[in-house]
Protein backbone atom coordinates (compact mmCIF):
# COMPACT_ATOMS: atom_id res chain seq x y z
CA UNK A 1 0.00 0.00 0.00
CA UNK A 2 0.81 3.41 -0.62
CA UNK A 3 1.56 6.41 1.69
CA UNK A 4 -2.25 7.07 0.88
CA UNK A 5 -3.42 4.27 2.23
CA UNK A 6 -7.05 4.38 3.33
CA UNK A 7 -9.32 2.33 5.74
CA UNK A 8 -11.38 0.30 4.95
CA UNK A 9 -14.74 -0.15 7.12
CA UNK A 10 -16.31 -3.22 5.66
CA UNK A 11 -19.31 -5.26 6.33
CA UNK A 12 -18.62 -8.30 8.52
CA UNK A 13 -20.57 -10.56 6.79
CA UNK A 14 -21.78 -8.80 3.50
CA UNK A 15 -18.32 -7.64 2.48
CA UNK A 16 -19.44 -4.55 1.32
CA UNK A 17 -17.14 -0.69 1.31
CA UNK A 18 -19.06 1.46 3.76
CA UNK A 19 -16.65 3.53 4.33
CA UNK A 20 -12.94 4.87 3.28
CA UNK A 21 -11.56 7.46 5.46
CA UNK A 22 -8.29 8.77 4.37
CA UNK A 23 -6.19 8.08 6.45
CA UNK A 24 -2.68 8.04 6.45
CA UNK A 25 -1.24 4.31 7.72
CA UNK A 26 2.05 6.05 8.21
CA UNK A 27 0.51 7.89 11.16
CA UNK A 28 -2.67 5.82 12.12
CA UNK A 29 -2.07 1.97 12.66
CA UNK A 30 -2.59 -1.36 14.19
CA UNK A 31 -6.16 0.16 15.19
CA UNK A 32 -9.04 -0.80 17.55
CA UNK A 33 -12.81 -0.34 17.63
CA UNK A 34 -15.46 0.27 19.71
CA UNK A 35 -18.90 1.49 18.81
CA UNK A 36 -20.78 3.65 21.77
CA UNK A 37 -23.58 6.54 21.54
CA UNK A 38 -24.39 5.60 17.79
CA UNK A 39 -20.65 6.42 16.99
CA UNK A 40 -17.73 4.22 15.99
CA UNK A 41 -14.50 5.02 17.51
CA UNK A 42 -11.60 3.64 16.23
CA UNK A 43 -7.74 4.17 17.98
CA UNK A 44 -4.68 3.95 16.16
CA UNK A 45 -0.94 4.15 16.86
CA UNK A 46 1.02 6.67 15.04
CA UNK A 47 4.16 3.92 15.13
CA UNK A 48 4.30 2.09 12.01
CA UNK A 49 6.09 0.84 8.72
CA UNK A 50 7.28 2.73 6.02
CA UNK A 51 9.10 1.02 2.99
CA UNK A 52 9.81 -2.09 5.04
CA UNK A 53 11.31 0.19 7.46
CA UNK A 54 9.88 2.02 10.87
CA UNK A 55 8.69 5.89 10.28
CA UNK A 56 10.79 8.04 11.87
CA UNK A 57 8.17 9.96 14.55
CA UNK A 58 8.53 9.02 17.83
CA UNK A 59 5.45 6.16 17.89
CA UNK A 60 4.29 7.37 21.45
CA UNK A 61 0.96 8.69 20.33
CA UNK A 62 -2.97 7.16 20.57
CA UNK A 63 -5.08 9.21 17.57
CA UNK A 64 -9.17 8.37 17.44
CA UNK A 65 -11.39 8.83 14.53
CA UNK A 66 -14.79 8.50 14.42
CA UNK A 67 -18.07 7.88 12.63
CA UNK A 68 -21.92 8.02 12.98
CA UNK A 69 -22.12 6.21 9.72
CA UNK A 70 -18.84 4.68 8.25
CA UNK A 71 -19.14 7.23 5.72
CA UNK A 72 -18.49 10.70 7.17
CA UNK A 73 -15.45 10.44 9.90
CA UNK A 74 -13.91 13.20 11.69
CA UNK A 75 -10.40 14.17 11.48
CA UNK A 76 -7.51 12.17 13.23
CA UNK A 77 -7.60 13.97 16.77
CA UNK A 78 -4.63 12.56 19.64
CA UNK A 79 -5.88 11.21 22.79
CA UNK A 80 -3.03 10.43 24.54
CA UNK A 81 0.89 10.39 24.38
CA UNK A 82 3.25 9.01 26.30
CA UNK A 83 7.26 9.84 27.00
CA UNK A 84 9.30 10.37 24.08
CA UNK A 85 11.32 6.96 24.75
CA UNK A 86 7.82 4.70 24.86
CA UNK A 87 6.95 3.11 21.39
CA UNK A 88 2.86 2.20 21.43
CA UNK A 89 1.50 -0.63 18.97
CA UNK A 90 -1.25 -2.49 19.29
CA UNK A 91 -4.36 -1.38 21.29
CA UNK A 92 -8.27 -2.19 22.56
CA UNK A 93 -10.79 -0.26 24.11
CA UNK A 94 -13.94 -1.14 25.81
CA UNK A 95 -16.54 0.08 28.60
CA UNK A 96 -16.05 -0.83 32.24
CA UNK A 97 -17.92 0.38 35.09
CA UNK A 98 -16.89 4.07 35.56
CA UNK A 99 -16.58 4.39 31.64
CA UNK A 100 -14.17 2.98 29.58
CA UNK A 101 -10.75 1.52 29.72
CA UNK A 102 -7.37 0.85 26.83
CA UNK A 103 -5.03 -1.51 27.23
CA UNK A 104 -1.45 -0.82 24.95
CA UNK A 105 1.14 -2.80 23.50
CA UNK A 106 4.02 -0.61 24.34
CA UNK A 107 8.18 -1.02 24.52
CA UNK A 108 11.07 1.18 24.75
CA UNK A 109 13.71 2.64 22.68
CA UNK A 110 16.12 0.53 24.10
CA UNK A 111 14.18 -2.92 23.98
CA UNK A 112 13.19 -3.62 20.52
CA UNK A 113 11.38 -6.63 20.52
CA UNK A 114 10.15 -7.05 23.81
CA UNK A 115 6.77 -5.71 24.43
CA UNK A 116 4.37 -5.30 27.53
CA UNK A 117 1.28 -3.90 28.29
CA UNK A 118 -0.02 -0.46 29.97
CA UNK A 119 -3.41 0.64 30.68
CA UNK A 120 -5.34 4.56 30.40
CA UNK A 121 -9.31 5.19 31.42
CA UNK A 122 -11.60 7.69 30.37
CA UNK A 123 -14.58 8.99 31.11
CA UNK A 124 -16.39 9.68 27.34
CA UNK A 125 -13.52 8.04 24.90
CA UNK A 126 -12.30 11.48 24.57
CA UNK A 127 -10.27 12.11 27.94
CA UNK A 128 -7.72 9.63 28.63
CA UNK A 129 -5.64 9.61 31.48
CA UNK A 130 -2.56 6.68 32.66
CA UNK A 131 -3.93 4.49 34.67
CA UNK A 132 -2.78 0.97 36.83
CA UNK A 133 -0.11 -0.91 36.46
CA UNK A 134 2.31 -2.99 33.87
CA UNK A 135 0.83 -6.61 32.64
CA UNK A 136 4.34 -8.63 32.27
CA UNK A 137 6.88 -5.83 32.85
CA UNK A 138 8.99 -8.78 33.30
CA UNK A 139 8.35 -10.80 30.15
CA UNK A 140 6.86 -10.70 26.30
CA UNK A 141 3.09 -10.11 26.07
CA UNK A 142 2.00 -8.69 22.72
CA UNK A 143 -1.46 -8.33 20.84
CA UNK A 144 -4.27 -7.44 23.52
CA UNK A 145 -7.46 -7.62 23.91
CA UNK A 146 -9.10 -6.36 27.24
CA UNK A 147 -13.02 -6.76 28.42
CA UNK A 148 -14.55 -5.51 31.75
CA UNK A 149 -17.19 -8.62 32.89
CA UNK A 150 -19.95 -8.56 35.10
CA UNK A 151 -17.84 -10.44 37.64
CA UNK A 152 -15.91 -7.40 38.20
CA UNK A 153 -12.64 -8.52 36.34
CA UNK A 154 -11.12 -7.26 33.94
CA UNK A 155 -9.75 -9.69 31.44
CA UNK A 156 -7.10 -9.61 28.98
CA UNK A 157 -6.33 -12.28 26.26
CA UNK A 158 -2.63 -11.45 25.22
CA UNK A 159 0.05 -13.29 23.09
CA UNK A 160 3.43 -15.09 25.43
CA UNK A 161 6.23 -16.35 23.48
CA UNK A 162 7.43 -19.92 24.40
CA UNK A 163 10.04 -22.17 23.17
CA UNK A 164 8.89 -22.67 19.68
CA UNK A 165 5.59 -20.97 19.36
CA UNK A 166 3.71 -18.32 20.37
CA UNK A 167 -0.06 -18.11 21.80
CA UNK A 168 -2.59 -16.39 23.09
CA UNK A 169 -3.68 -16.86 27.29
CA UNK A 170 -5.96 -14.56 29.63
CA UNK A 171 -5.06 -12.83 32.89
CA UNK A 172 -7.32 -10.84 35.12
CA UNK A 173 -7.09 -8.32 37.51
CA UNK A 174 -10.05 -6.60 39.44
CA UNK A 175 -7.81 -2.97 39.44
CA UNK A 176 -5.44 -3.01 36.51
CA UNK A 177 -2.82 -3.52 38.81
CA UNK A 178 -2.42 -7.13 40.73
CA UNK A 179 -2.71 -10.08 37.81
CA UNK A 180 -3.50 -12.93 37.95
CA UNK A 181 -2.69 -15.67 35.19
CA UNK A 182 -5.00 -18.31 33.61
CA UNK A 183 -5.09 -21.58 36.08
CA UNK A 184 -6.29 -23.52 32.83
CA UNK A 185 -3.50 -25.52 30.82
CA UNK A 186 -4.86 -24.78 27.41
CA UNK A 187 -4.16 -21.51 25.45
CA UNK A 188 -7.00 -19.30 23.66
CA UNK A 189 -6.00 -20.16 20.55
CA UNK A 190 -3.22 -22.38 20.12
CA UNK A 191 -1.63 -24.72 16.91
CA UNK A 192 -0.08 -26.35 20.11
CA UNK A 193 -3.81 -27.27 21.84
CA UNK A 194 -3.16 -31.05 20.30
CA UNK A 195 -1.94 -34.48 21.90
CA UNK A 196 1.47 -34.16 22.70
CA UNK A 197 1.96 -30.84 23.95
CA UNK A 198 1.39 -29.46 27.44
CA UNK A 199 1.95 -25.85 28.14
CA UNK A 200 5.33 -25.26 30.98
CA UNK A 201 4.03 -21.68 31.95
CA UNK A 202 6.96 -21.81 34.73
CA UNK A 203 9.54 -23.53 32.53
CA UNK A 204 8.68 -21.16 29.47
CA UNK A 205 8.61 -24.46 27.53
CA UNK A 206 5.99 -26.58 26.39
CA UNK A 207 7.20 -31.14 26.27
CA UNK A 208 8.68 -31.70 23.37
CA UNK A 209 6.54 -33.09 20.19
CA UNK A 210 6.27 -33.28 16.52
CA UNK A 211 6.41 -29.52 14.85
CA UNK A 212 2.91 -28.34 14.44
CA UNK A 213 3.08 -25.68 11.61
CA UNK A 214 1.64 -22.89 11.96
CA UNK A 215 3.66 -21.81 15.12
CA UNK A 216 1.48 -18.66 16.08
CA UNK A 217 -1.75 -17.94 16.73
CA UNK A 218 -2.18 -14.26 17.60
CA UNK A 219 -4.46 -10.52 17.54
CA UNK A 220 -7.48 -12.27 18.96
CA UNK A 221 -10.62 -10.21 19.43
CA UNK A 222 -14.01 -10.97 20.12
CA UNK A 223 -17.59 -10.08 20.61
CA UNK A 224 -20.69 -11.33 22.26
CA UNK A 225 -23.65 -12.31 19.57
CA UNK A 226 -27.30 -13.86 20.52
CA UNK A 227 -25.72 -16.14 23.99
CA UNK A 228 -22.48 -17.01 21.66
CA UNK A 229 -18.88 -15.58 21.90
CA UNK A 230 -17.64 -15.22 18.17
CA UNK A 231 -13.78 -14.70 18.50
CA UNK A 232 -11.69 -13.67 15.78
CA UNK A 233 -7.43 -14.12 15.55
CA UNK A 234 -4.61 -14.29 12.91
CA UNK A 235 -2.21 -17.52 12.57
CA UNK A 236 0.96 -17.79 10.80
CA UNK A 237 4.30 -17.89 11.32
CA UNK A 238 4.98 -14.33 12.05
CA UNK A 239 7.43 -14.37 8.93
CA UNK A 240 6.58 -15.77 5.83
CA UNK A 241 3.19 -16.45 6.37
CA UNK A 242 -0.39 -15.67 7.99
CA UNK A 243 -4.01 -15.29 7.97
CA UNK A 244 -7.33 -14.94 9.88
CA UNK A 245 -9.62 -17.56 11.42
CA UNK A 246 -12.66 -17.41 13.86
CA UNK A 247 -13.92 -19.76 16.13
CA UNK A 248 -17.37 -19.87 18.35
CA UNK A 249 -17.69 -20.18 21.79
CA UNK A 250 -20.98 -21.77 23.18
CA UNK A 251 -22.11 -19.83 25.62
CA UNK A 252 -21.96 -15.63 26.59
CA UNK A 253 -18.26 -13.94 27.15
CA UNK A 254 -18.00 -14.21 30.88
CA UNK A 255 -18.23 -17.63 30.88
CA UNK A 256 -15.93 -18.14 28.12
CA UNK A 257 -13.45 -16.27 30.73
CA UNK A 258 -14.22 -18.27 33.55
CA UNK A 259 -13.63 -21.08 31.76
CA UNK A 260 -9.70 -19.93 31.96
CA UNK A 261 -9.71 -18.65 35.33
CA UNK A 262 -11.79 -20.69 37.77
Known sequence: PSRTSVLYCMGLYAGAILGTPPVDMNQFALISAIVHGGRV?????DQFMLDGRYATQPGNAVQM???ADLVTWTAPVEVLRA????????TSVAPDATGFVMIMEFNTSSEWGTYHEMFARSPDLLAWA??????EPA???SCPSIRYMPDGFYYVIHDLQYSRAQAAFVSRSADLIVWEHQTSPYAVVSPKNAPGFEWKDSA????????IAPDNNSDVDLVEFSGQTHVIYNYGDQSTFG?????VYDGPMQH???EFCK
Open 41 to 45: YVFGS
Open 65 to 67: ISS
Open 83 to 90: PENIRILN
Open 130 to 135: FAGGIL
Open 139 to 141: RYS
Open 204 to 211: NSFTPGPR
Open 243 to 247: GQAFA
Open 256 to 258: FFQ
